[in-house]
């Protein structure tokens, strides 16, 4: 078949082609670009992430055989991506989350009440976009009033992965943009450290030690990237999602809005219909993998969009059930590399539906033209909402 997964789409467009392609058959293969292989369902998208010594995650872009990058930990395969894994867990613990969770709901409410009163807005450009970069800034401690050109970089990189064309020099030119912070974070702290009890992340990170030896600078500048990326443009592409169809959903959003406390199982049924990483792996050793003839260096595109959506896991699976009771999804992969900040986006998404509807329970979608989605991480790419309440009445 042919998949092309850069071409965008109206919005829930690939969602429902993976809903095709599972019906039938678990596994394809694509002829887009230099071709790889598509894992369709929950068993063998499970299976992929828990055997990273057949499903390598040297190579995680599907169209993408020899990058000439390695995120860390990302792209490290055990046993060393546990060191680098060890020093992440510092930041986003549950326990340090819940610490910082009034600092994230003032955020949040802070973001809303900027534009409420207007009535309307662009929600990826005055919300999704810069809650999750505010929420990121604090937590690493670096300045608030840095949040445009952190998602003008973040926006610019997820626009070339996997993409052909114009696109790859000002990714390139994104992450030099990038790495140039970083190093005058690493600079300033190896010259002014930070007291331990501070707790300061990148004094943490500058000296940390992978295994027996110390952090290089390199991986210093990766990882810091890597949580860059990892931390802005997930969230806001869930919340895109998320609230297109409360938008469109009128019983839902009532119900989000009659009884907040649904809002907890919400969030996982919303990561669950509309997971949105299209992630890959690359065969380590040649190998027969659901009946099909995989060779060394053969990539595999980890569908996660289709295994969350699998019949065989959940009853009616492209509906959304906001009180669903059993929920195993792929939003956060699994195995070995499951999303370190699973807690923290949770939480951010959590807050941003208790927060937005105490302000704004009733509006609508404007603009029709503009919902279209594109991978190999889908959003929506445009989403723009109005309401009639004043913010006194949206409070009342």
């Not at 995120?71 to 680098?84: E, G, L, Q, Y």
């Not at 929600?123 to 690493?140: D, E, M, N, S």
């Not at 890597?226 to 802005?232: D, E, K, N, Q, R």
Request: with cysteine.
């Amino acid at each position: 078949m042919h998949f092309d997964y850069t071409t965008p789409k109206p919005a829930l467009s690939y969602f429902a082609e993976f809903d095709r392609l599972r019906a039938e058959t678990p596994v394809a293969y694509s002829d887009f670009g230099p071709g790889f292989w598509m894992l369709l369902t929950a068993d063998l998208v499970r299976q992929a992430y828990q055997t990273p010594e057949i499903f390598s995650s040297s190579a995680t872009i599907p169209t993408v055989p020899h990058p000439d990058w390695t995120w860390i930990p990302t792209m490290v395969d055990p046993p060393a991506h546990s060191d680098f894994r060890r020093v992440l867990n510092i930041a986003f613990s549950p326990r340090f989350v819940r610490d910082l969770e009034p600092t994230i709901r003032q955020d949040c409410i802070d973001t809303i009440e900027a534009f409420v009163a207007d009535g309307e807005c662009d929600f990826l450009g005055k919300f999704a976009k810069v809650f999750p970069t505010q929420v990121f800034l604090r937590i690493l401690g670096l300045p608030v009033d840095h949040t445009d050109r952190f998602m003008s970089w973040v926006e610019t990189v997820f626009e070339g992965l996997g993409h052909f064309g114009d696109f790859a020099e000002d990714q390139l030119q994104a992450q030099r943009d990038i790495h140039a912070y970083f190093a005058d974070v690493l600079a300033d702290r190896r010259s002014n450290p930070r007291p331990d009890e501070d707790g300061d992340f990148f004094t943490i990170l500058a000296n940390a030690k992978v295994g027996d030896r110390p952090m290089s600078d390199d991986e210093f500048l990766n990882m810091s990237e890597v949580l860059l990326l990892a931390g802005l443009d997930t969230v806001k592409s869930q919340l895109s999602y998320m609230f297109f169809h409360l938008a469109t959903n009128d019983v839902d959003r009532a119900w989000i809005v009659r009884e907040p406390e649904i809002i907890p199982n919400a969030v996982e049924e919303f990561l669950r219909a509309h997971t949105i990483v299209m992630g890959a792996r690359q065969v380590a050793q040649d190998t027969e993998f659901a009946g099909c003839p995989m060779k060394k260096g053969d990539m595999v595109m980890v569908a996660g969009p289709s295994g969350s959506r699998d019949e065989a896991e959940y009853d009616n699976p492209t509906q959304v059930q906001l009180d669903r009771k059993v929920n195993r999804h792929f939003s956060f992969a699994a195995g070995p590399h499951r999303c370190v900040g699973a807690h923290l986006a949770r939480t951010e998404l959590a807050i941003a539906l208790e927060e937005w509807h105490k302000r704004i329970p009733d509006y609508h979608v404007t603009n029709t033209e503009g919902l279209v989605e594109s991978g190999p991480q889908v959003g929506i790419e445009q989403l723009h909402l109005a309401w009639d309440c004043t913010p006194q009445e949206a409070l009342r």
